[in-house]
């Protein structure tokens, strides 16, 4: 099974602050895909919940530095 996450995040300035947090959240297990996108202040996650949970990856967004909420 997967599901994907969105999360609005926020303090994103440049493309390698996409980049970084593309980097965190791959490290975590069960991830399948993440992309950020900077001029949108939007992260989406692909991930499976049986290794990973959405506050997981929420979590890593802002141990990168960043705010993140998760929207719908
Ligand atoms: Mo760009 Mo982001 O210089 O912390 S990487 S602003």
Request: one cysteine or more; glycine letters at 6%; hydrophobic letters at 45%.
């Amino acid at each position: 099974e997967v599901r994907k996450a969105c999360f609005k995040v926020t303090g994103m300035e440049c493309a390698a602050c996409a980049g970084s947090i593309e980097k965190a959240v791959k490290r975590l297990p069960g991830i399948e895909e993440a992309t950020v996108a900077v001029l949108q202040n939007r992260a989406q996650v692909v991930y499976r919940p049986a290794f990973v949970q959405e506050e997981n990856i929420r979590e890593a967004i802002e141990d990168a530095g960043f705010q993140a909420e998760a929207i719908i």
